[in-house]
């Protein structure tokens, strides 16, 4: 009896840190350090962006077959389309990076910027634009979106 206690009790804790070990999403960063290292950079880059005050709003439906068309129109301090840039799009899931799905954008109008993402599941997303030019980082927001 006493074996078949402790077996039982071995086998549940195998099998459940087995399914626990199986279900993680994952880190956020591989490594804090070399994450740290590019943090004066993201410093920089938010300050300057904020120098620019564009004007970004996204505008994010998802249709009843699952897909996801992503809006964006851009503006400058002034009012005017940006253009020319080249947007990126990514939807995250909150508690699982697994169903993380990027979203290319395309121009298709001056300052609008469209693409769309298939099989977007119900519930939040976290929404994240980037927006670049010649190589550098002119655009960058990280917003919580809830999508029926």
């Given amino acids: 009896m006493l074996l078949a ?10 099998y459940m840190m087995k399914m626990a070990i199986s279900t993680l999403p994952g880190t956020e ?7 740290s290292l590019g943090y004066e950079k993201e410093i920089t880059a938010a300050r300057d962006q ?3 005050r564009w004007n970004v709003e996204a505008h994010i439906e998802r249709g009843t077959d699952g897909a996801a ?10 009012g005017k389309p940006v253009s020319g840039l080249k947007f ?6 909150p508690a699982d990076k697994r169903a993380d799905q990027e979203v290319a954008l395309a121009e298709v109008g001056i300052g609008i910027y469209r693409g769309t993402a298939e099989a977007i599941a119900p519930g939040q997303w976290d929404l ?3 927006g670049d030019s010649s190589g550098r980082r002119m ?5 919580r979106v809830l999508l029926n």
């Avoid at 960063?29 to 994450?35: E, F, L, P, R």
């Avoid at 990126?88 to 899931?93: A, F, P, Y």
């Avoid at 655009?139 to 917003?143: E, G, T, V």
């Fill in 29 to 35: 960063v591989d490594s804090a350090y070399s994450a």
């Fill in 69 to 78: 068309v992503l809006q964006v129109n851009a503006r400058d301090a002034s």
């Fill in 128 to 130: 994240v634009l980037e």
């Fill in 5 to 14: 206690f402790f077996g039982t009790v071995i086998g549940v804790n195998v």
């Fill in 139 to 143: 655009f960058m927001s990280k917003n």
């Fill in 88 to 93: 990126q799009g990514r939807l995250e899931r």
């Fill in 50 to 52: 904020e120098a620019r």
